[in-house]
């Protein structure tokens, strides 16, 4: 189906301009043609059409990547069409719908499946030295048994026999049982992940309890394990009240039981919405702007993740302690501050492929519901909530914190954003590996680190430093509320005017380019002086040949993923003249506050 | 006056010397006239550090029992400790530095007595004057006029000897205008627009008082800047409502009937004490490790500083505006025209003229809208923001323009010939400096105290070829282009090179800037093999 509007305008939220255009709605895409303006169905998160204006119907629509357009179509009928069509195309039927399915990028099957086994787990446990003489692989899930919402396969300490490991998970929410999930080698420490215990006010279970013991003793270097609840201590209170709760550090012998407070999914939703309603809508004063960031709670939150995972990378590096890592489900707060954790202790977690493997390890086997936190279905809007998004600016805080220190840029955190919620590979739909498993993703999609892969160059951080990386391997941050900012290319992602004009990142990448393109001439060069004291005629000509081959210059996109995104960094390109002269003075309708350059 | 009358104690041993980024070392503590000399003894290294006087703030001594720890704060924001053996070496110590670190006379300043090996009192100094900005721009020559109404600074204390006027006025009208504006500051031209011919004229507020007096060579003057042309803007850097109120002091603005071919048009920007408590309120939060986000947060909107950044950006930014994008002229003043109109008119060149976006030209600028110009440094920067004396007439406002510049430079990192380094040498040469540059608050008062003979010139200072290849930006790209800042609050950042500068993660930061350097001469080298 596709449905064409013509003599729609397209305004700018944060000044008085617009554009003419064409709309169009194909089965994936809406696209408005002037702008180039491509958009995901599965992006939009809302679509709103407000009353009826003098000059025509205004149709708002929010995406999931912060994108908000605002159209205004002449007739109101045409409106109404493309509200009711986009209504319908939001509310895919079932997995079966979403664009995974139908994405096809011209790969055969052989290529597929090699995309699909670039990130491979069971090497990546035994990067970290696992198994080994205190921690195995166990079988016990193989069949998804134990813990559906597991992968298959986990590691365990060797002394924790399979009636321990059932016993426990009994004992846990969703039978999510504590099993390894990094394993920091130098100090034989441990960072283990699982649910809460269903202690209600008395309740207690030997296996678990003797699960945490073969925790412990796994280790060395400690006569102790920390046990992280993540959660604020008044919520795993209340949890009590439910069966649930936390352990009783009376009855699990050798453990240091610490609560590290990190709100729920509930208050993160509410808390970004707030953060966007303050940025969102107009123009701002900086007051507005500091106090609506202040009230929305959003940098308290990001530094509160941020806080326990350096609180858990001090106990396993510095004090050579294992940790168990839970809040309820064991699979919103406990992923994000065990995959930061591991982030702050080991190197290969910032490079671009070491991070593929993290968020593949601790997100999507581990089971981060990403249907349900990402909407992919048009479920429960009280399970939406921007959990991983918030994992991604932590890892960005750090980046502005330690230039040198990560392989990636942030576009690459942006393009992952940008594909959790695009639905366009299989690698994040559904919420665990058992129903990606029965939806066959791996025969019937593509996976996107394969892309991602393909497409490195756009990513990397030109200021990595491998030796810095060597020097300090453990990544100490500071979290004073100063060192924390706006992120403002996530929110505003798509808002060009509020972006510098010129990029430091993407300049220094052309430089480094053309630098390899003349090295590479250079080297050439030197062939040719080579072949030339051999031959000696037809030099000329051949030295012209290398040096043409420098003209051809790359283009470096900050992101190249997909088209609708490549409009909106600042090029310097495509600016200029493009305010037309105004008839009234600037000064009265000011549009002052829009970053350009112009003749 | 001899400096040892305050030296009472001039060398400790066994001092430790807590520093941040450093950890504490012991050594011997010296105090001379102008510096607190502090050399490691220890074994295997061999650190000195060598402080001005004049860059201290404020000083908090502690004694407990045979001992005494004195803390300092600087004003480019350090906090240094020092633990002294002896309660009697200490207090003579701190006595020391109060007194030294804030003499009044300037020619006991120790610019006065600096004397670099590479450095001849005979070099040039400066950079530009409005003499050589009128040479150069040939196209002013016809409707312009260099005048020297000014050259034993009778008409405007303030203002250099030579200025800029509409050739058409003579200069016993300018005497007359002069009469009519506050401190003499009567319009004169600090920026020529080669594109359309259009101009920037800065002066002070009108004195029309309560009864609106008038004043026709004023009016003539104004005209005589629009010329053929059908109007041009008046940006009063006050609300209009401040203005109504400056009528009751003798002050005032250009009034619609006697200025008809001029729209006026307000802008309130912060000046004066307000200014000051902000950056004191904005170091206090930077200061205090104990905030929490929502704590932090809120300080850093209660201090109104980026809120300061945000309207000097759009202020210059509607000048521009007015003279790039609508075609016409702008005469900018406040009530004094030391301050906000400065600031405005620096900031506006900045956007649109590519020349003042070199190193040189940069500070060639500074030179003209800042030093010849009269703005007052010696009382603006007496003191910053640790200080606890009464305030008097500080301001930090070309702090706020170093900010700006800063803003610029992170939205056009390629247009600007400089690098941050530059605004933080400035931020801190500005307070406490061995160059003679930033003394006295005219061109009059410096030429009194022979400042131009006798103390060496920090702009020149900075062209060597060594100290430039530093301060200048490895990814300059030069655009003819006017670079149009983003005010959006969301573009706009904390400067945390300057104001966070003393913590871990801004020598993170430092490290990646240096990294760009290097690549990019390792880069040039290869280009050019």
């Known amino acids: ?599 | 006056m001899e400096f040892s009358e305050h030296i009472k104690t001039a060398n400790v041993e066994d001092v430790v010397l807590r520093q941040p980024l450093h950890p504490p070392s012991r050594g011997t503590l010296c105090i001379t006239g102008h510096h607190l000399l502090f050399s490691d003894r220890e074994e295997g290294s061999s650190r000195q550090v060598l402080l001005l006087l004049r860059n201290i703030d404020a000083i908090e001594k502690r004694t407990s029992g045979s001992s005494g720890t004195i803390t300092i704060k600087c004003k480019d924001l350090q906090v240094l400790q020092l633990d002294i053996p002896g309660m009697e070496q200490c207090l003579n110590i701190a006595h020391s530095i109060e007194t030294l670190s804030c003499l009044d006379s300037v020619s006991e300043m120790y610019p006065f007595f600096y004397r670099p090996a590479d450095l001849s009192l005979q070099d040039q100094w400066g950079l530009s004057s409005p003499e050589s900005y009128y040479s150069q721009m040939k196209e002013l020559h016809g409707r312009w006029r260099l005048s020297s109404v000014n050259r034993d600074y009778s008409v405007c204390p303030s203002y250099p000897p030579a200025v800029i006027v509409p050739n058409s006025i003579d200069d016993d009208t300018l005497r007359k205008v002069a009469k009519f504006r506050q401190g003499g500051r009567f319009p004169v031209l600090c920026y020529y627009h080669r594109k359309n011919g259009m101009v920037i004229m800065r002066s002070s507020q009108p004195l029309t008082g309560a009864n609106r007096k008038r004043c026709k060579e004023d009016e003539l003057l104004l005209q005589a800047v629009i010329d053929g042309s059908d109007k041009g803007y008046i940006i009063d850097t006050r609300s209009s409502q401040q203005a109504q109120q400056a009528r009751m002091t003798g002050g005032g603005f250009e009034s619609k009937s006697c200025y008809s071919h001029w729209k006026r048009l307000h802008r309130q920007m912060e000046r004066g004490k307000a200014l000051q408590e902000s950056l004191i309120k904005l170091v206090e939060a930077c200061g205090d490790e104990s905030n929490n986000m929502d704590r932090w947060l809120s300080k850093l909107e209660n201090s109104k500083w980026l809120s300061y950044v945000q309207t000097a950006l759009s202020t210059a930014g509607l000048l521009a505006e007015c003279v790039e994008r609508d075609g016409h002229s702008v005469l900018v003043h406040g009530s004094e025209g030391t301050d906000s109109s400065l600031l405005i008119s620096t900031l506006a060149q900045l956007i649109m003229d590519p020349c003042c976006r070199t190193l040189d030209g940069f500070l060639a600028l500074l030179e003209r809208e800042w030093l010849q110009a009269g703005h007052p440094f010696q009382q603006r920067c007496a003191h910053s923001a640790y200080s606890h004396t009464r305030l008097q007439q500080e301001s930090p406002v070309f702090l706020l323009l170093l900010d700006c510049v800063w803003q610029l430079w992170r939205q056009f990192p390629l247009a600007l010939g400089f690098s941050e380094a530059l605004l933080l040498r400035l931020a801190t040469e500005v307070y406490a400096s061995d160059y003679g540059t930033f003394l006295c608050n005219s061109d009059q008062e410096r030429c009194a105290v022979g400042v131009k003979d006798k103390t060496h010139c920090l702009f020149q200072a900075l062209l060597r070829p060594r100290e430039k290849d530093y301060y200048s930006n490895p990814l300059y790209e030069p655009t003819e282009l006017a670079i149009w800042p983003s005010v959006h609050p969301q573009s706009l950042q904390l400067w945390r090179g300057f104001f966070l500068r003393w913590t871990q993660q801004i020598r993170h930061l430092e490290e990646a800037q240096e990294e760009i350097r290097n690549m990019v001469i390792e880069w040039g080298k290869l280009a050019l093999s």
């Open chain 1, 1 to 599: 189906m596709c449905l064409q509007v013509e003599q729609v305008r397209l305004l700018d939220r944060f000044s008085s301009k617009s554009t003419n255009g064409t709309l169009y709605l194909t089965a994936t895409h809406l696209i408005f043609l002037q702008k180039e303006t491509f958009i995901l169905h599965h992006h939009i998160a809302s679509v709103e059409k407000l009353s009826l204006t003098t000059t025509g119907c205004p149709l708002v629509i929010q995406c999931r990547n912060f994108r908000m357009v605002q159209f205004v179509v002449q007739r109101e009928r045409d409106c109404h069409d493309i509200y009711s069509s986009l209504l319908r195309l939001l509310r895919p039927g079932g997995y079966e719908d979403l664009y995974a399915f139908s994405y096809n990028p011209k790969q055969n099957d052989q290529q597929r499946e090699e995309g699909w086994q670039l990130i491979d787990l069971g090497a990546e446990f035994e990067r970290m030295g696992v198994p080994c003489d205190q921690w195995q692989l166990t079988d016990v899930n193989r069949d998804y048994k134990v813990c559906e919402t597991y992968p298959r396969d986990l590691y365990v300490p060797i002394t924790a026999s399979k009636p321990i490991i059932v016993g426990s998970s009994k004992f846990r929410s969703k039978g999510r049982f504590p099993v390894l999930t990094y394993f920091y080698q130098e100090k034989k420490a441990a960072v283990c992940r699982c649910s809460q215990p269903l202690s209600g006010f008395s309740a207690r279970c030997l296996e678990d309890e003797s699960l945490l013991q073969a925790i412990s003793k796994a280790n060395h270097n400690s006569r102790f394990v920390y046990v992280m609840d993540t959660r604020p201590k008044l919520n795993a209170l209340a949890n009590r009240a439910a069966g649930k709760g936390y352990e009783n550090e009376d009855n699990y012998s050798n453990i240091r039981f610490q609560f590290v407070g990190i709100e729920n999914i509930h208050v993160m939703r509410a808390s970004l919405q707030k953060l966007l309603e303050v940025i969102g809508s107009r123009p701002l004063s900086m007051s507005d702007y500091l106090v609506g960031l202040e009230s929305s709670g959003w940098l308290r939150h990001i530094k509160a993740v941020v806080d326990a995972a350096i609180f858990l990378t001090k106990a396993v590096t510095v004090e050579g302690v294992s940790v168990l890592v839970h809040c309820s489900d064991g699979w919103d707060r406990t992923a994000q501050v065990c995959s930061l954790g591991s982030l702050l202790m080991d190197p290969y977690y910032r490079t671009i492929k070491g991070f593929m493997v993290l968020i593949e390890k601790d997100w999507i086997s581990f089971g981060h519901k990403f249907a349900d936190r990402c909407d992919q279905l048009d479920g429960d809007p009280k399970e939406v909530s921007p959990i991983f998004t918030q994992f991604l600016e932590c890892v960005w805080q750090l980046t502005e914190q330690f230039p040198q220190a990560f392989e990636f840029s942030e576009w690459f955190l942006l393009q992952i954003h940008e594909h959790v919620h695009s639905c366009q590979y299989g690698n994040f739909l559904g919420n665990n590996q058992r129903q990606r498993e029965e939806l066959q993703l791996r025969e019937r999609t593509h996976s996107l680190w394969a892309f991602l892969m393909s497409e490195k160059q756009n990513y990397l951080n030109p200021f990595y430093s491998p030796a810095y990386s060597e020097a300090h391997p453990v990544l100490e941050p500071s979290t004073l509320p100063y060192h924390f900012k706006f992120w403002r290319n996530m929110y505003h992602q798509f808002d060009r005017s509020m972006h510098p004009r010129q990029s430091i990142l993407k300049t220094i990448l052309t430089l480094r380019e053309n630098s390899r393109k003349a090295e590479s001439t250079l080297q050439a060069l030197e062939t040719v002086k080579v072949q030339r004291h051999e031959e000696d005629d037809e030099q000329e000509e051949v030295g012209e040949e290398a040096m043409e081959s420098t003209d051809t210059e790359r283009t470096v996109e900050g992101s190249s993923g997909t088209d609708s995104r490549k409009q909106s960094y600042g090029e310097l390109e495509g600016t200029y003249n493009s305010d037309v002269a105004k008839e009234e003075p600037a000064v009265v309708s000011l549009e002052f506050g829009v970053a350009r350059m112009t003749c």
